[in-house]
Nanobody
Framework: VQLQASGGGLVQAGGSLKLSCTASGRTFSSYAMGWFRQAPGKEREFVAAISRNSNNIEYADSVKSRFAISRDNAKNMVSLQMTSLKPEDTAVYYC?????????????????????WGKGTQVTVSS
C-alpha cells in the first residue's frame, strides 16, 4: 500500500490543523493505522494509533485531549485533527500502516511494527 500524507503547514500556537493520509489500493480496511512524528534532532515518536474497525484508539500522553485520530475505510483515509497546538508539536508527521489480519481490534504503538510509511508532512507551530 502507498500512503500520502497532507495537511501540514505553519500555524500559531493555540491553532489547529487537520492532517490526512490517503492510502492506495482496495484493502485499506485490512490495516491498522498510526501517526508518528519526528522533530529535528530527535527520534521518531508515536503520536496516535487506530485499529482497523476504529474500536480502539491510543494517543501519546503529550497529545492526549488535543489530538484526535479517525479513519474512513470507504475513503481509504486516516486523519489526525490537531488542536491547541504547541511549539513542541513542530515536526514532520508520518502516517503508517500495519497489516492486521489477526483481529480488527488490534492497534500498534511501535514504529517497528508498521509495514508501510508515507513520506511525511511538515507541521510548524510558531510561538
Amino acid at each position: 500500500v502507498q500512503l500520502q500524507a497532507s495537511g501540514g503547514g505553519l500555524v500559531q500556537a493555540g491553532g489547529s490543523l487537520k492532517l490526512s493520509c490517503t492510502a492506495s489500493g482496495r484493502t485499506f480496511s485490512s490495516y491498522a493505522m498510526g501517526w508518528f512524528r519526528q522533530a529535528p534532532g530527535k527520534e521518531r515518536e508515536f503520536v496516535a494509533a487506530i485499529s482497523r474497525n476504529s474500536n480502539n484508539i491510543e494517543y501519546a500522553d503529550s497529545v492526549k485531549s488535543r489530538f484526535a485520530i479517525s479513519r474512513d475505510n470507504a475513503k481509504n483515509m486516516v486523519s489526525l485533527q490537531m488542536t491547541s497546538l504547541k511549539p513542541e508539536d513542530t515536526a514532520v508527521y508520518y502516517c503508517a500502516a500495519k497489516r492486521s489480519g489477526v483481529s480488527a481490534n488490534y492497534w500498534y504503538t511501535l514504529g517497528r511494527q508498521y509495514d508501510y510509511w508515507g513520506k511525511g508532512t511538515q507541521v510548524t507551530v510558531s510561538s
